[in-house]
């Protein structure tokens, strides 16, 4: 596990590389991240769920990986979820676990395809982070998402104010965009890595205006 994330985070903003890492880790990745633990798909869903009770609501899993998120989702009823990632071999993975209407490559901090107001709700789990989705993507994210609509999102602690994630939140907030809606509790993301991968981290709810 220490050594795909060391190379997951030395691809720095290098997305072809970036890709090229998740291709190759796809295979092994669901063992790897059970190994220690992973906490965020079972945070994020859980406060998706809890702001988001219409379960046909179209749902964007913005960065899918190999589909943790879509199938615990698909477990607790919702039935329209398209994943998007920027890693083929992440998204054969997700494919597998048919809990997707549609897939695609994808990256965040890019235009994306979807017509404004595409989405009812908006996941995003261990994807904002340094060196992966920026923050910058989270007006991406709003557009596509329609009023009264929610972003939830796992942020860990040393990166959402260094990053620049609490600034462009707080920026879309100011701006009408759309408002803090909930906020989990602190937790460890990777409570069974060793220490320099154990940071705490929450999860952030946003509400489209």
């Not at 060391?6 to 669901?30: H, I, M, P, S």
């Not at 702001?51 to 919702?78: F, K, N, Q, R, S």
């Not at 261990?126 to 998402?145: D, K, L, Q, Y």
Request: hydrophobic content about 45%.
């Amino acid at each position: 596990m220490t050594d795909w994330l060391e190379r997951v985070y030395t691809a720095g903003n290098d997305t072809a590389k970036l890709a090229e890492v998740y291709d190759a880790w796809a295979d092994e990745y669901d063992d790897s991240v059970g190994q220690v633990g992973y906490t965020n798909p079972a945070v994020v869903t859980a406060l998706f769920a809890r702001l988001m009770p219409d379960v046909a609501a179209p749902v964007l899993d913005a960065g899918c990986g190999t589909g943790l998120i879509g199938h615990m989702l698909g477990l607790v009823g919702y039935r329209d979820v398209t994943g998007i990632d920027l890693s083929p071999g992440m998204l054969k993975r997700a494919a597998a676990r048919g809990c997707y209407r549609a897939l695609s490559t994808a990256v965040l901090g890019e235009p994306l395809s979807f017509p404004d107001a595409a989405f009812a709700g908006v996941v995003a789990s261990g994807v904002f982070t340094v060196g992966h989705a920026p923050a910058s993507a989270f007006g991406e994210i709003a557009r596509v998402m329609r009023p009264g609509g929610v972003f939830v999102v796992s942020i860990t602690d040393p990166v959402y104010e260094a990053g620049g994630f609490k600034a462009a939140i707080d920026k879309l907030a100011a701006g009408g965009t759309w408002e803090r809606a909930a906020e989990s509790g602190s937790y460890l993301p990777l409570p069974g890595a060793d220490d320099s991968h154990r940071h705490p981290g929450r999860v952030y709810a946003m509400r489209r205006r």
